[in-house]
């Protein structure tokens, strides 16, 4: 919100349009995150309901469509793997069909019938999405942006699943609110090996690393090893 005070005039508020770009200003900081490990082909907890990375939140064949297990499979699972900057964080044992610089937050706007219920009132950038708000096959979510940083490491990752623990958080992902998941150390975010790595993260599967982070646009993303390869593909929510 911009405010200017006209001389003679009343004080004008200049509020921009959900879905006008006017910088990373115009979303929040989140500081002091916790900031927990997943990967594609992760199964950490099969009585679950959110306890399988074969599928996502927002693709129901994600390990098919990513390219496989993003990690190392032993023993018929699929593990994750330390990432290094020789090869710009990617797996060493895959080749990804999709951006390996991925990550969630809490707000399902497919899946969790309260947030696809708000997701037009809350969602910033929903302006970009005019006459999708009913239509389940769009994420006003899915492959957006975000700045992550660790001290002085900086990197970008995309959304690409929803959670942990929380599946409607708006005050917390679109607003200045701590996150109301308690469960894996109250974490509200999980990301990749690959950010894992780019982050420089102490554990390469733990509950203890902590990140500041904040949308962005694309527009907004330097080049890097998360622009290689960039995800655009829409939800998929097939047999």
């Known amino acids: 919100m911009i405010r200017l005070a006209l001389p003679g005039t009343v004080l004008l508020l200049i509020v921009p349009l959900a879905g006008c770009s006017t910088g990373m200003a ?3 900081v989140h500081r002091d995150i916790v900031a927990t490990t997943f990967w594609v082909g992760e199964l950490f907890d099969a009585r679950a309901a959110d306890g399988s990375q074969v599928y996502s939140a927002y693709d129901s064949a994600w390990r098919q469509h990513y390219g496989g297990c993003d990690g190392v499979v032993t023993n018929g699972n699929c593990e994750t793997e330390r990432r290094s900057s020789e090869n710009g964080y990617f797996p ?5 069909k999709e951006n390996p610089f991925y990550l ?3 707000f399902d706007d497919i899946g969790d019938p309260q947030a696809f219920a708000m997701r037009a009132r809350v969602v910033p950038w929903a302006g970009e999405f005019a006459g999708s708000e009913g ?3 769009v994420s006003f979510m899915k492959n957006r942006w975000v700045r992550i940083s660790r001290g002085q490491r900086v990197c970008y990752g995309q959304v690409e699943d929803a959670g942990p623990g929380v599946y409607h958080d708006a005050a917390y992902v679109f607003g200045t609110a701590a996150p109301l998941n308690k469960r894996f150390n109250g974490a509200g975010m999980d990301v990749s090996p690959a950010l894992n790595g780019c982050l ?3 554990s390469l599967n733990g509950q203890s690393d902590q990140v500041d982070w904040q949308f962005v646009s694309r527009a907004e993303v330097p080049d890097g090893p998360w622009s290689r390869i960039i995800t655009e593909s829409p939800v998929f ?3």
């Open 26 to 28: 115009e979303y929040p």
């Open 92 to 96: 060493r044992r895959m080749v990804p």
């Open 104 to 106: 969630d937050l809490p």
């Open 135 to 137: 239509d389940r096959t």
């Open 200 to 202: 420089g993260f102490t």
């Open 237 to 239: 929510q097939g047999p």
